[in-house]
């Protein structure tokens, strides 16, 4: 049994420069997984860094999260990845979201999952983090189990959302939060799977993607990290 992106994502829209947020977000019937993907940039490596997440004051679980990396503009972007299984499905909950400091740009989507595994549902992760142009850039995940489903995300330095496109995977959705950042997924279908991004102009790139397990498939997880 392969995963499969729910009907419903939340995207939170700009928050402005903020410590902590919040958006509504509903999980569909069926819901076994709640994903929630967070981009931020700032000039400090302290701020951006993601301290909890809750969904209807239930506190999420971190999948993977990169370090704050410092490229073209003196501004590091990070992606930050958390996970809640057998979320409530009630109508419009809150996701709220706290980094360790106040950042410059931050932003989130919520992405509903069917199919997970019920427990030790993350498979592995991969990350990239250089500057992004016409040769694509993203996580490839290697190894992935088959029916995973990949959820990563890019936090971009430049402001033109038109710039950024999906090369490989399937876009969930592009916000402009101060900078750009994109969410999109991929289905596992062999042993490894990419969601890879390009743009017009190069510009640093923060990315990272995690693989979640399908319910058939339970056996041991890497530790989240």
Not at 23 to 50: E, M, R, W
Not at 92 to 115: F, Q
Not at 174 to 185: I, L, T
Not at 194 to 222: D, H, M, Q, R
Request: hydrophobic residues 35%; contains cysteine.
């Amino acid at each position: 049994m392969a995963v499969t992106i729910g009907a419903t994502t939340t995207a939170s829209g700009d928050p402005g420069s903020v410590t902590s947020y919040s958006f509504n977000h509903t999980c569909d019937t069926g819901t076994t997984c709640l994903v929630v993907v967070v981009c931020a940039q700032d000039s400090t490596t302290t701020d951006p860094p993601v301290s909890g997440i809750t969904y209807n004051s239930v506190p999420l679980t971190k999948a993977h999260e990169t370090s704050p990396i410092y490229g073209d503009s003196g501004d590091g972007q990070m992606v930050s990845i958390w996970y809640l299984l057998s979320p409530s499905t009630g109508s419009s909950l809150s996701v709220a979201i706290t980094h360790t400091g106040k950042c410059t740009d931050t932003g989130a989507v919520a992405v509903n999952l069917l199919g997970t595994a019920t427990s030790n549902v993350v498979d592995s992760f991969d990350e990239t983090n250089q500057i992004i142009g016409s040769t694509p850039l993203g996580p490839i995940v290697n190894p992935a189990a088959s029916g995973a489903m990949c959820i990563a995300g890019i936090m971009h330095n430049n402001t033109v959302i038109g710039n950024l496109s999906v090369n490989t995977g399937t876009l969930i959705r592009n916000q402009d939060v101060g900078n750009v950042m994109s969410v999109a997924y991929n289905l596992n279908t062999g042993s490894s799977v990419s969601i890879l991004w390009t743009n017009t102009a190069g510009y640093y790139s923060a990315t990272t993607g995690v693989t979640f397990k399908p319910g058939a498939t339970e056996s041991a997880s890497i530790s989240p990290s």
